[in-house]
């Protein structure tokens, strides 16, 4: 498992556990899937093609960044949101089918998901 609160780092390879980041900056390239992700401050990067996987998290002032490729990439369970300062960036539709769920006062203006988008609606889970 890897936890970043503070600085900046690059990791160039998959996560097999999971990324805690509580701060600070992450930028993650290559082809390497990630296990987990909780966010809970500062940005990540996402520039692998690698699948992000588990119950992902973004919350407090994190910002989950997908806008820095251009290359397709997965996520294989809901992004949840919590709160009113997280924030999900995916301009180039790289997650191409997603599920976010908003929670604790989260709401779309958190959202850059690209434009002509189908929004479905639910009940998070």
Partial sequence: ALTQSAGSWSI???IATSLTQTG???VINGTGAVALLVLRGGTVVYNTTGTLGGASIISGNGVLDFGGNAV???CTNPLDIY???AFLNDPNKRLGAIVVDLNEGASLAQLNLGVQIRLTRG???
């Fill in 24 to 26: 600070g900056g992450t």
């Fill in 83 to 85: 709160g009113q300062a």
């Fill in 123 to 125: 009940t998070p889970a």
């Fill in 72 to 74: 397709a990439t997965a």
């Fill in 12 to 14: 160039n390879s998959a």
